[in-house]
């Protein structure tokens, strides 16, 4: 599953949303995307993290621009002394510190912060937060964060949805109950968004959680991979769908 894939409705059903006019009011003041600069596994070895955070800290306290600064080094960097710093930011009538904050929330989960992140997926009038919220809730295990992902992948901008499916498969990770609701919406999904990246991230979830789900469920899912790897008019999803049988030993299955 490719995290980088561009994320391109209308809202809860009729309100039509534009991402690139987002994108264009959001570069009038953050130049790259939080979500861009964090790797999972690339911390930078030149820098001495301690001190970095220790400046970060300080920048927090500071003027807008110093708190946006702030924020980018704790969406690549955990230090717990930010939590109590990161919290009230997630309150900014800017969009763009909330849109950090949550990253930084989610490169540094605070248990305190699941039922505001949850709150600002829900409510939040900017789909870059809402996107953002999306992706940070991947990295909280509490069972309130299940639902909403599961509705933000049913009813949300195609940016939001695209990263609700690929949430879903950590939440569903926490527990058979969690990988079987996760999963039924993410079939439902794979069959009906009309975003190609969507589909392929619902793909690759439900592989992702294909180990927790029933008999029956992992039958149909094997089905739907199936026709979608023969027949599937988009060349990326139909590449997915064959990724996901090869891992499941079904490679026979579209030769």
Same mark, same amino acid.
């Given at each position: 599953?490719?995290?980088?894939?561009?994320?391109?409705? #209308?809202?809860?059903?009729?309100?039509?949303?534009?991402?690139?006019?987002?994108? =264009? !009011?959001?570069?009038?003041? @953050?130049?790259?995307?939080?979500?861009?600069? @964090?790797?999972? !596994?690339?911390?930078?070895?030149?820098?001495?993290?301690?001190?970095?955070?220790?400046?970060?800290?300080?920048?927090?306290?500071?003027?807008?621009? !110093?708190?946006?600064?702030?924020?980018?080094?704790?969406?690549?960097?955990?230090?717990?002394?930010?939590?109590?710093?990161?919290?009230?930011?997630?309150?900014?009538?800017?969009?763009?510190?909330?849109?950090?904050?949550?990253?930084?929330?989610?490169?540094?989960?605070?248990?305190?912060?699941?039922?505001?992140?949850?709150?600002?997926?829900?409510?939040?009038?900017?789909?870059?937060?809402?996107?953002?919220?999306?992706?940070?809730?991947?990295?909280?295990?509490?069972? @309130?964060?299940?639902?909403?992902? @599961?509705?933000?992948?049913?009813?949300?901008?195609?940016?939001?949805?695209?990263?609700?499916?690929?949430?879903?498969?950590?939440?569903?990770?926490?527990?058979? #109950?969690?990988?079987?609701?996760?999963?039924?919406?993410?079939?439902?999904?794979?069959?009906?968004?009309?975003?190609?990246?969507?589909?392929?991230?619902?793909?690759?979830?439900?592989?992702?959680?294909?180990? =927790?789900?029933?008999?029956?469920?992992?039958?149909?899912?094997?089905?739907?991979?199936?026709?979608?790897?023969?027949?599937?008019?988009?060349?990326?999803?139909?590449? #997915?769908?064959?990724?996901?049988?090869?891992?499941?030993?079904? =490679?026979?299955?579209?030769?």
């Amino acid at each position: 599953m490719t995290k980088n894939r561009d994320p391109n409705k #209308e809202s809860l059903a009729e309100i039509a949303v534009d991402p690139d006019v987002l994108a =264009k !009011e959001l570069a009038l003041e @953050i130049e790259i995307d939080p979500l861009e600069q @964090i790797d999972e !596994e690339a911390f930078s070895t030149d820098l001495n993290i301690s001190q970095e955070c220790n400046e970060a800290l300080k920048m927090l306290r500071g003027n807008k621009e !110093e708190r946006i600064q702030g924020l980018r080094i704790f969406c690549e960097f955990r230090d717990q002394r930010s939590f109590p710093l990161l919290l009230p930011l997630l309150d900014q009538p800017c969009p763009v510190e909330r849109m950090s904050a949550v990253y930084a929330l989610g490169r540094n989960p605070c248990p305190s912060a699941v039922q505001k992140l949850v709150s600002l997926l829900q409510t939040d009038d900017n789909a870059y937060v809402r996107r953002a919220t999306a992706w940070s809730l991947a990295n909280y295990d509490n069972q @309130i964060v299940l639902k909403p992902l @599961i509705n933000a992948l049913k009813n949300d901008v195609a940016a939001v949805r695209l990263w609700s499916s690929s949430s879903l498969a950590e939440i569903g990770n926490v527990s058979l #109950e969690n990988a079987q609701l996760a999963a039924e919406q993410l079939l439902i999904s794979l069959k009906i968004d009309n975003e190609s990246g969507v589909r392929s991230n619902c793909i690759w979830s439900l592989s992702r959680l294909y180990g =927790k789900l029933n008999n029956t469920f992992q039958e149909t899912f094997i089905d739907e991979c199936t026709k979608i790897a023969l027949f599937d008019k988009e060349p990326s999803v139909m590449e #997915e769908a064959k990724t996901a049988l090869d891992s499941m030993g079904m =490679k026979s299955f579209y030769n």
